[in-house]
T-cell receptor
């Protein structure tokens, strides 16, 4: 059962533009929502994460928006740079039960110079 | 080392052979995970070790797949009688094992090619 659905599958943005990646989840017990960034040939690395007690979290150019009622969350990358070109994965887990992360299918972001 | 270490980085094998993939987690991390990433696909959960608890094997795709973790540290993922559909990057990750410590630290993966 696919519990975290991510879109779009691929995204091309011009330098300086805003990149937006969306995720939707099904399990209402999920209480931890991270985003991971993966460069070619490397393992994914944590970028930013949010818990459902807040609706938005910002770290530099990266912002997570969270809509608990809609069971959706999104990643916004402001002033996108060519160095942001990577694959981005959203994920979710129910940390109170010690469950493992369930990942979305990934979005391949290309930022053109 | 400072990060999660996986070996081999690349493995080419013939259909029907057995392979072993090794993961050395970050020191002090009691949780260890194996994920599989097929070309252009997301991260498919395989197995999860948490301290001394019984592992969560719910993601293993068939009985040809098994994993063990010795001494609460190094883990080995074994694939018996490999098939072409087993070709993928196998990623290992570790994390601190307490509530709220959600960050997984991934290794660079072992790329398996089954001919």
């Amino acid at each position: 059962q696919q519990q975290v659905k991510q879109s779009p599958q691929s995204l091309i943005v011009q330098k300086g533009g805003i990149s937006i990646i969306n995720c939707a989840y099904e399990n209402t017990a999920f209480d931890y929502f991270p985003w991971y960034q993966q460069f070619p040939g490397k393992g994914p690395a944590l970028l930013i994460a949010i818990r459902p007690d807040v609706s938005e979290k910002k770290e530099g150019r990266f912002t997570i928006s969270f809509n608990k009622s809609a069971k959706q969350f999104s990643l916004h990358i402001m002033d996108s740079q060519p160095g942001d070109s990577a694959t981005y994965f959203c994920a979710a887990s129910d940390e109170t039960s010690g469950s493992r992360l369930t990942f979305g299918e990934g979005t391949q972001l290309t930022v053109n110079p | 080392g400072a990060g999660v270490s996986q070996s081999p980085s690349n493995k080419v094998t013939e259909k029907g052979k057995d392979v072993e993939l090794r993961c050395d987690p970050i020191s002090g991390h009691t949780a260890l995970y194996w994920y599989r990433q097929s070309l252009g696909q997301g991260l498919e959960f395989l197995i999860y070790f948490q301290g001394n608890s019984a592992p969560d094997k719910s993601g293993l795709p068939s009985d040809r797949f098994s994993a063990e973790r010795t001494g609460g540290s190094v883990s080995t993922l074994t694939i018996q009688r490999t098939q072409q559909e087993d070709s993928a990057v196998y990623l290992c990750a570790s994390s601190l094992d307490f509530p709220g410590a959600g960050e997984l630290f991934f290794g660079e993966g072992s790329r398996l090619t089954v001919l």
